[in-house]
């Protein structure tokens, strides 16, 4: 069976950034205060967030600028306090800007942010692991379609704050994303049991979806791009409800999801996170 290869996404971040733009040029003065599905944070907070995305990846990657150590980082949660504490202050700072200005600050910043990752060898090791994949090392064409899930999601909770979801449900934007927050899949299921040959089929619905596949080959789950073992458990969700799944968002899972077969192994995919938490 045949492992899925890598994802290329540079080239989507200026189409993302250009709907992102043009979107945040619409709104009213009430839609950018607008609550999101991110607890902590409106409409403009989420804005200033990809700007800081944009900021903070020039600096730190492209230029090698680290303005603060983040102290002695024991494990993965010690990182995402850290992070945590990073977006939070930056999100405070940001409240003093006009909405006017964060849109001029995202369209200077958007390009070099896009210029750098498109000079980035994709086969490389990337600076950042993709940690949520349960990696130590990454290379750097998986960091990238890490941070378009980072950059995507964020765009699309603004838009469902604002009523304007479907710019980016084509597949062309949307099935990066999905098939980027699959590359969890076996970390997550490491420690499932399952026995030699079996096969888990999980299904995303809409136009920008597909079929993923984990297979057992006696030690361990595997992904891989097909099957023709009929699974012993399939999950169908519906694409809207998928990357609020994979992103920490409350989902009314029993109405949304559909898992036929073995439940328990199906049950486990509605834990899975594709973001730092």
């Known amino acids: 069976m045949k492992s899925p290869g890598p994802i290329f996404t540079s080239h ?27 607890p902590l944070w409106k409409v403009k907070d989420i804005a200033a967030h990809l700007l800081d995305t944009n900021l903070r990846a020039v600096s730190m990657l492209r230029d090698n600028y680290q303005d603060e150590s983040p102290g002695v980082i024991h494990g993965y949660q010690d990182l995402v306090s850290y992070l945590n504490r990073l977006n939070a202050d930056w999100v405070t700072a940001m409240k ?26 994709p086969f490389e090791k ?27 999601h964020h765009q699309q909770q603004i838009r469902l704050a604002v009523g304007q979801e479907k710019a980016l449900y084509t597949h062309e934007l949307y099935h990066p994303h ?18 030699e040959g079996e096969v888990i089929q999980f299904k995303i619905k809409g136009e920008g979806g597909g079929d993923w596949y984990l297979y057992h080959h006696g030690e361990r789950w595997i992904q891989v791009v097909d099957s ?11 694409g809207h409800i998928a990357w609020k799944l994979f992103t ?30």
């Open 96 to 121: 003093r800007l006009s909405t006017k200005v964060l849109i001029e600050l995202l369209e200077i910043t958007g390009p070099p942010y896009c210029d750098y990752l498109k000079s980035l060898d």
């Open 178 to 195: 999905l098939d980027t927050s699959m590359r969890a899949l076996p970390y997550h299921y490491r420690d499932i049991t399952g026995s």
């Open 248 to 277: 920490n968002e409350t989902i009314n899972f029993n109405k949304n999801v559909l898992i036929t077969g073995k439940q328990e192994l199906g049950i486990k995919l509605l834990e899975m996170k594709a973001v730092m938490m």
């Open 12 to 38: 989507l971040f200026p189409i993302l950034d250009a709907k992102l733009i043009e979107l945040l040029s619409s709104l009213s003065p009430s839609d950018w205060e607008k609550q999101t599905i991110a």
């Open 228 to 238: 023709p073992i009929e699974p012993i458990c399939k999950v169908e969700i519906p």
């Open 126 to 152: 990337a600076k950042f692991s993709v940690a949520w994949a349960g990696e130590d090392e990454s290379y750097n064409w998986f960091h990238i379609a890490r941070d378009y899930t980072e950059k995507w």
